[in-house]
C-alpha cells in the first residue's frame, strides 16, 4: 500500500514538473533584473514597465484580441449552423461527406490549411479583386475558417446529447422552427456556444503558423511579433508578456471553473428539496 | 355514455389506411381508425408494436407513408405540428429546462398570441386543475416525477385543443401514485371534455381507464372494443392472450345447432360446449377460449355442460383471489382462479387435492385464428 502511494506520488511529482516547470522558470525569469535571460541578478519589475512602453507589443496585442474577438463571433455563428445541420437534420444526401468535411480542419495541419488558404486568397484578389491585398480581413477569414469547426463539433455533441422531443414539445405547442430555435434551443445550448466563443477567442490568439501564411505588412498578431523578437535572440520583457498571458488565462479558467461548481451546487440543492418535498 | 355506438354519430378523428415506413421496416402498417368526441381511446400493445409512431403521426412529426388523417372533417396529413389543434404529452414529458412551471404553461398561450391578461388568468386555472399552484415559480429539474408529469398536463391541456395525445403518460410513476393519477386523469379529461388517445402497454391501465381500447400488434390494430368487448370476447388469440390470462383448449366443430357449437378436443378426449352465434362448417379448426376466473373448481363432481377433472399442481395465494394451475388427465395446465371467501385456513381445495373443473357454455368463446 505505502509503495504504491509513493509510485502514485512522484508520478503526480513528475507530472506537474513536467507540465509547469517550464511556465514556472518563465515567470521566474520575467522578474529578473539583467538584460541576460538565464542569468539571474536580482528581482525587479523593469520588464513589465519597458513591455508597456514598447508600442509594437502593444499594437499587436491590441490587434491579436480584436481579430480574436471578431473570429470567436463569426466561428460561433456559422459553427452553431454547422453543427444544427449535421445534429438536426436527419439523413440528407452527402451527410457523410459533410460531416467528415467539417472534422478534417482539426486534423489537417497547420502549414497546410495555411498554405491553401495563401493560394485561395491570392486567386480571388486576381479574379473578383477581393480580399485586396493580405492583412487582417484574411487573417481573421483564415482563423474562422478553422475555429467554426471545433464549435460545430461542440454544438453538435451537446445537440446530440439534448432531448429532441423539448423541441417537439415547442413545435407542438404552436411555435414555428425558426421560433423555437431563438426561444428554446438557443438558451438550452447557451453554455455550449460559450464554450465554443471562448475556444475560438484563444486558439485565434494561439496561431501562429497560419496567420504568418495569410498576412500582409502592417498587420502583424502577437504569436507573430513575439515570435520575430525571439529570433533576434530572447529578450525578458518577451518573458514578461507571457508571464502576463499565463495570469489571464488562470484567472480565466478558475473564474470559468467556479462558475460551472456554483451552478451544480445549486441545481443537487434544488433536487434534494424536490425530492424531499415529495415524502 | 355510448355516444360512439350512435349509427349517426360522425367520427372526429379518421385514420384511412395509414401506414409508416422505416425503410424496408413497416412501423404502422395499414391502420384505419375512427375515434368520436369525448372519447378516451386507448392504444395498447407490447413495445416496439408502433404506438409511439402512430402517435407521433397525428401529431405531426411523422408523414405517413400512405394513408390520410382527418380531424373534425379536415384533412390534416400534411399539416405542420404547428398548425394542428392537437397536442401531445411526452414520454418524457419534454419540459423546458430553463422556464419556470409558469412560463411552460403559459408557452403554448403566447404562440396564439392571446393576450397577456387571459394568459395569466388561464395558466393559473391550469395549474390549479393539477394542483401545482404553489410551485409556480420552481424550474422542472426543482420538482419530482409526478409533479413534472402533472406540469406537462398543464402545459397541454391550457390551450384548450381538439384532441389530446398522451404517450405512456404514467409509465414513470410508481404503481400508487399511478392509480391516483390514473382517476385524476379521468376526472380531469370528464371535466374539460376534450377528446384524449392515450398510448399505454399496460393492459390494466387501459381497462380502467378508456372508453374504447385498440390493441396493436405489429403495427396493425388487432381488435377494437370496449374494454368489456375486448376481455369478454377477444376475436383472437393474440387479444386474447395479451388482456388478462387465458386458457386454450384446440379441437374441431362436431355439431353447430340454435347458437351453440359443439367442439370436439381430442387431446381431452371429450366435446365441449360453447354459446355462439358464429355459423362454423362442421369440421373446422377452432380453439375454445375460457378465462381463469370463469371456471369452477370443486372437490365434488359439478353439473355443469363443460366438465373436466384433474388434479392441483400449484396453488398461488395473491390475497383476494386464489389462483390455481390444475393438471388434467392428459398432462394440459390449465389456469384457474377463484375468490377467497373464506379464511385461507378453511381452503377447500388445496395442493394434490383431486378436482373437477367446469363452466357454462356462454363463459367461453370460440376463436378461429
Ligand atoms: N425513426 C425511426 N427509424 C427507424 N425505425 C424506427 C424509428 N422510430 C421507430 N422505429 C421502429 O418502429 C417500431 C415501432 O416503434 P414505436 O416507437 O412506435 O414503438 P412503441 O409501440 O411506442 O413501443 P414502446 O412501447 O416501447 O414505446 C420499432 O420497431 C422501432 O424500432
Ligand atoms: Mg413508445
Not at chain 1, 98 to 113: D, K, Q, R, Y
Not at chain 2, 171 to 178: E, G, I
Not at chain 2, 206 to 223: E, F, H, K, P, Y
Not at chain 2, 265 to 293: F, K, N
Request: hydrophobic share 45%.
Amino acid at each position: 500500500m505505502r509503495r504504491r502511494n509513493w509510485f502514485l506520488f512522484s508520478a503526480l511529482c513528475f507530472g506537474f514538473a513536467f507540465l509547469y516547470g517550464p511556465i514556472l522558470s518563465l515567470i521566474v525569469y520575467s522578474f529578473n533584473e539583467s538584460r541576460l535571460v538565464t542569468v539571474w541578478s536580482g528581482f525587479s519589475t523593469r520588464w513589465y514597465g519597458e513591455l508597456f512602453r514598447d508600442p509594437q507589443i502593444i499594437d499587436a496585442a491590441l490587434l491579436s484580441l480584436r481579430i480574436a474577438a471578431v473570429n470567436a463571433t463569426f466561428a460561433v455563428a456559422l459553427g452553431t449552423l454547422a453543427g444544427l445541420a449535421v445534429a438536426r437534420f436527419g439523413r440528407f444526401r452527402g451527410r457523410t461527406l459533410f460531416t467528415g468535411m467539417i472534422a478534417a480542419p482539426l486534423v489537417m495541419p497547420e502549414v497546410i490549411t495555411g498554405l491553401s488558404l495563401l493560394l485561395l486568397f491570392v486567386t480571388l484578389e486576381a479574379a473578383v479583386g477581393w480580399p485586396s491585398g493580405r492583412g487582417v480581413t484574411t487573417i481573421t477569414i483564415a482563423h474562422i475558417t478553422f475555429s467554426m469547426a471545433y464549435v460545430a463539433v461542440i454544438v453538435q455533441s451537446r445537440l446530440s446529447t439534448m432531448d429532441a422531443s423539448v423541441e417537439e414539445a415547442a413545435l407542438d405547442l404552436g411555435a414555428r422552427p425558426w421560433k423555437v430555435f431563438l426561444v428554446i434551443t438557443l438558451p438550452i445550448i447557451a453554455p455550449a456556444l460559450v464554450a465554443g466563443w471562448l475556444l475560438a477567442f484563444t486558439l485565434s490568439l494561439d496561431d501562429l503558423v497560419i496567420a504568418s501564411f495569410v498576412s500582409g505588412p502592417g498587420a502583424s498578431t502577437l504569436p507573430m511579433v513575439v515570435f520575430s523578437k525571439v529570433r533576434l535572440g530572447v529578450s525578458p520583457d518577451v518573458n514578461a508578456l507571457a508571464t502576463i498571458i499565463v495570469g489571464v488565462v488562470t484567472l480565466a479558467v478558475i473564474v470559468s471553473g467556479w462558475l460551472m461548481i456554483r451552478s451544480e451546487r445549486r441545481r443537487e440543492r434544488d433536487v434534494q428539496a424536490a425530492l424531499a418535498d415529495r415524502s | 355514455m355510448t355516444k360512439w355506438r350512435k349509427p349517426d354519430e360522425v367520427p372526429f378523428l379518421r385514420l384511412e389506411g395509414v401506414v409508416k415506413r422505416f425503410g424496408d421496416f413497416a412501423a404502422v402498417d395499414g391502420v384505419s381508425l375512427d375515434i368520436y368526441r369525448k372519447e378516451l381511446f386507448c392504444l395498447l400493445g407490447g413495445s416496439g408494436c408502433g404506438k409511439t409512431t402512430l402517435l407521433r403521426m397525428l401529431a405531426g412529426f411523422e408523414q405517413p407513408t400512405a394513408g390520410r388523417i382527418y380531424l373534425d372533417g379536415a384533412d390534416i396529413t400534411e399539416a405542420p405540428p404547428y398548425e394542428r389543434p392537437i397536442n401531445m404529452m411526452f414520454q418524457s414529458y419534454a419540459l423546458f429546462p430553463h422556464m419556470s412551471v409558469e412560463s411552460n404553461v403559459a408557452f403554448g398561450l403566447k404562440q396564439d398570441g392571446v393576450a397577456r391578461v387571459e394568459i395569466r388568468r388561464r395558466v393559473a386555472e391550469a395549474l390549479e386543475l393539477v394542483q401545482l399552484g404553489p410551485l409556480a415559480k420552481r424550474r422542472p429539474h426543482q420538482l419530482s416525477g409526478g409533479q413534472r408529469q402533472r406540469v406537462a398536463l398543464a402545459r397541454c391541456l391550457v390551450k384548450r385543443p381538439k384532441l389530446l395525445l398522451l404517450d405512456e403518460p404514467l409509465a414513470a410513476l410508481d404503481k400508487k401514485l399511478r392509480e391516483h393519477t390514473q382517476f385524476e386523469l379521468m376526472n380531469i379529461q370528464e371535466e374539460v371534455g376534450i377528446t384524449f388517445i392515450v398510448v399505454t402497454h399496460d393492459q390494466e391501465e387501459a381497462m380502467s381507464l378508456s372508453t374504447r381500447i385498440a390493441v396493436m400488434d405489429r403495427g396493425q390494430i388487432a381488435q377494437v372494443g370496449t374494454p368489456t368487448e375486448i376481455y369478454e370476447y377477444p376475436k383472437s388469440r393474440f387479444t386474447a392472450n395479451f388482456i388478462g390470462s387465458i386458457n386454450f383448449f384446440d379441437g374441431k366443430v362436431a355439431r353447430s345447432e340454435e347458437g351453440e357449437l359443439t367442439v370436439t378436443v381430442p387431446d381431452l378426449g371429450r366435446d365441449l360446449h360453447v354459446r355462439s352465434t358464429r355459423q362454423l362448417a362442421i369440421g373446422s379448426d377452432v380453439s375454445v377460449a375460457v378465462r381463469p376466473e370463469k371456471i369452477v373448481i370443486s372437490r365434488d363432481p359439478l353439473d355443469l355442460p363443460n366438465s373436466v377433472r384433474g388434479k392441483v399442481r400449484d396453488l398461488g395465494y395473491l390475497g383476494s383471489v386464489s389462483v390455481y394451475r390444475v393438471e388434467l388427465e392428459n398432462g394440459a395446465l390449465i389456469k384457474v382462479s377463484a375468490a377467497n371467501t373464506r379464511h385461507s385456513a378453511e381452503r377447500e381445495v388445496d395442493w394434490d387435492d383431486e378436482v373437477y373443473l367446469g363452466w357454462r357454455a356462454t363463459s367461453a368463446v370460440v376463436l378461429t385464428e
